[in-house]
């Protein structure tokens, strides 16, 4: 079983540690907009969720949708939320703006947190928190859910002008102030060794995977939604979703394809944004409805989407930036108690390795085809990995198991900061 409540690098810790509950001020701060602050598959909104839950005061410092001047605050599933102006508009809104850091500068005059943990080190979110920090000394977690420059996610998800303009500046605030914090939260094991080559302290590092959350989705029979959806009803199923990172989707594509030319009955559901390539490759593999692609779905169709999949195909290659992610679609999957088909790389190797919740394939074609076609000659084995992956969501993958991690980063992250 994975051990979630450790800390990366192995240390004793005092047994009474976390039995006299002590609620904090906490600043959660990241460069995402609101949408996404908040939404199920990214990372800092479920955070301050477990935090509120477990009776601290949390605040969230976020970016606003579209605004460009004035501070909106309110309050959300239990927490402060405050969004702060930009302006760059769209993907550009993404931790750049001077106006959005001086913004938040101005904001946090004053303010008194017991405790500040950042969401990646954009200047957006470091030097307000630096300026803040040198008349509040507080201490300072930070958290590192991406491999994006030096070779991660920036060789994936921009083009090739932007790497050469800017992929020597992604890197440095990515590095640069990691040495810096108090403690680390690292979204996965890669990520450790990392921040550790960058001067970390091994015992400061905590393996923080992103939770679920299994009461916001369960499991239903897979062909209850499928006619109000448009889905065939007899189908084996098979589904992609796509949220902003869709490295691998060639190999879904001709896997399903392989797949597909021996079995009539296999559908590909694809939900999200495909770059205009891969839809050109869609149309190219001359699949016709065997592909379904429903583009954004509806926040209340999307659970019935997600329950009427068979198994759903997540790629994994073998490249940098999926050494340091952990796919936040896999905790909605294991929710739905669905198995998953993946690539022995990084974090899904660990965990499928460890649980039997799918198939483990080679990157090729065929491998990801055998794959698909033994769950659905198989449906007994995929309601095995489907029941395992449910488990899981309720147990050691849940937000609430999570809980004990984010305390004992803090608690490290205050006796080093008393310690300095």
């Not at 990214?42 to 477990?50: E, I, K, Q």
């Not at 699949?287 to 997600?306: H, I, M, Q």
């Amino acid at each position: 079983m994975i051990r979630i409540a450790a800390p990366v690098a192995s240390r004793k810790l005092d047994p009474h540690e976390f039995s006299r509950p002590m609620s904090l001020r906490i600043l959660l701060v990241t460069h995402h907009r609101t949408f996404k602050a908040l939404g199920r598959a990214w990372r800092v909104g479920n955070v301050a969720r477990s935090l509120a839950q477990a009776g601290h005061a949390v605040t969230v410092l976020c970016t606003a949708d579209t605004a460009r001047r004035g501070v909106r605050e309110s309050e959300v599933d239990g927490f402060h939320l405050v969004e702060t102006p930009d302006l760059l508009w769209g993907r550009q809104r993404s931790g750049w703006d001077p106006w959005n850091a001086w913004t938040r500068a101005r904001w946090l005059r004053g303010r008194q947190f017991d405790i500040v943990h950042a969401f990646e080190t954009r200047p957006s979110v470091i030097h307000p928190l630096l300026g803040w920090l040198r008349r509040h000394p507080a201490p300072l977690v930070l958290d590192w859910c991406d491999w994006w420059g030096r070779g991660g996610l920036i060789e994936e998800n921009r083009p090739a002008w932007y790497r050469l303009l800017f992929g020597g500046i992604e890197t440095h605030y990515e590095e640069n102030y990691r040495a810096r914090a108090d403690a680390t939260t690292v979204i996965a094991r890669g990520l450790a060794g990392r921040a550790a080559g960058l001067g970390v302290p091994a015992d400061s590092i905590f393996w923080l995977p992103n939770g679920c959350w299994p009461d916001d989705l369960r499991p239903v029979d897979s062909r209850l939604h499928r006619a109000a959806l448009g889905l065939p009803a007899d189908d084996f199923l098979a589904g992609f979703n796509a949220l902003d990172v869709t490295v691998g989707f060639d190999l879904v594509l001709a896997g399903f394809a392989r797949a597909a030319a021996q079995n009539p009955r296999l559908t590909l559901v694809l939900t999200g944004r495909l770059p205009p390539a891969q839809l050109a490759r869609i149309e190219a593999a001359q699949l016709g409805d065997r592909v379904r692609s429903l583009g954004f779905v509806p926040a209340a169709d999307y659970p019935k989407v997600l329950g009427s999949i068979d198994a759903f195909l997540l790629p994994f290659i073998d490249r940098p930036a999926n050494h340091g992610r952990w796919p936040g679609r896999i905790n909605d999957y294991l929710c739905v108690g669905r198995p998953v088909i993946t690539q022995p790389v990084g974090e899904m190797k660990i965990l499928l390795e460890r649980e039997p919740i799918g198939r483990l394939c080679a990157a090729t074609p065929d491998a990801v085809a055998a794959a698909l076609l033994e769950l659905q000659s198989r449906p007994e084995l995929g309601a095995a990995f489907g029941r395992r992956a449910r488990e899981l969501a309720e147990s050691t993958l849940s937000w609430r198991a999570l809980g004990p991690t984010l305390e004992a980063a803090y608690a490290h992250a205050r006796r080093a900061h008393a310690a300095r």
